[in-house]
Antibody
Framework: QVQLVQSGAEVRKPGASVKVSCKASGYTFTGSYIHWVRQAPGQRLEWVGWINPNSGGTNYAQNFQGRVTMTKDTSISTAYMELSSLTSDDTAVYYC???????????????WGQGTLVTVSS | DIQMTQSPSSLSASVGDGVTITCRASQSISSYLNWYQQKPGKAPKVLIYGTTSLQSGVPSRFSGSGSGTDFTLTISSLQPEDFATYYCQQSYSYPWTFGQGTNVEIK
């Protein structure tokens, strides 16, 4: 069965960086894009960006440009999201999600990781 | 960015009630609209994709409709496991955006 398993909770000080991992199993890792979505406490879901595990190509939301880097290691079917220059506004649960495209155009997130809480506090 | 606005933000209903949640996009998104259900402390789960298609394994009491800027999620007969927060999401253009959520509570 498809599973996405994320790394554990992290605590960082303002200005630091954090790297979250997302290990995929149960499907061909290079066959589906991995997206990252975050959710600050009590807030709506916010799309961060995606990585193509096959080519390594990425697409980031403008709000995170210059601060986020998504990478992958196909040998261990794992995607990573690194966020730098952290502030308290980055305190959130970060999710990875597998994207599936149907009818050639409609894309949905059909499997999600369990989420990783990143807390930024001095 | 395309803004997604849901209404209501919360509602109270009883088991067996029919419920309708509305999602409005700030510009046309054709039919590129998905609905997710989220329970406290859990990741979202897709219910409906492409406005009307039911995700495999999702009960048929869930249905979606709409096009352009106005969309609807309907639960025909609320079950105890349906009490959760529901989000709409557009995949028409980047950045993909979500509605603010509708919290469905037990009356």
């Amino acid at each position: 069965q498809v599973q996405l398993v994320q790394s554990g909770a992290e605590v960082r000080k303002p200005g630091a960086s954090v790297k979250v991992s997302c290990k995929a199993s149960g499907y061909t890792f290079t066959g589906s894009y991995i997206h990252w979505v975050r959710q600050a406490p009590g807030q709506r879901l916010e799309w961060v960006g995606w990585i193509n595990p096959n080519s390594g190509g990425t697409n980031y939301a403008q709000n995170f440009q210059g601060r986020v880097t998504m990478t992958k290691d196909t040998s261990i079917s794992t995607a990573y999201m690194e966020l730098s220059s952290l502030t308290s506004d980055d305190t959130a649960v970060y999710y990875c999600a597998r994207a599936r495209t149907v009818f050639g155009v409609v894309t949905l997130f059909d499997y999600w990781g369990q989420g990783t809480l990143v807390t930024v506090s001095s | 960015d395309i803004q997604m606005t849901q209404s209501p933000s919360s509602l109270s209903a009883s088991v067996g009630d029919g419920v309708t949640i509305t999602c409005r996009a700030s510009q046309s998104i054709s039919s590129y609209l998905n609905w997710y259900q989220q329970k406290p402390g859990k990741a979202p789960k897709v219910l409906i994709y492409g406005t009307t298609s039911l995700q495999s394994g999702v009960p048929s009491r869930f249905s979606g409709s709409g096009s352009g800027t106005d969309f609807t999620l309907t639960i025909s007969s609320l079950q105890p496991e349906d009490f959760a927060t529901y989000y709409c999401q557009q995949s028409y253009s980047y950045p993909w955006t979500f509605g603010q959520g509708t919290n469905v509570e037990i009356k």
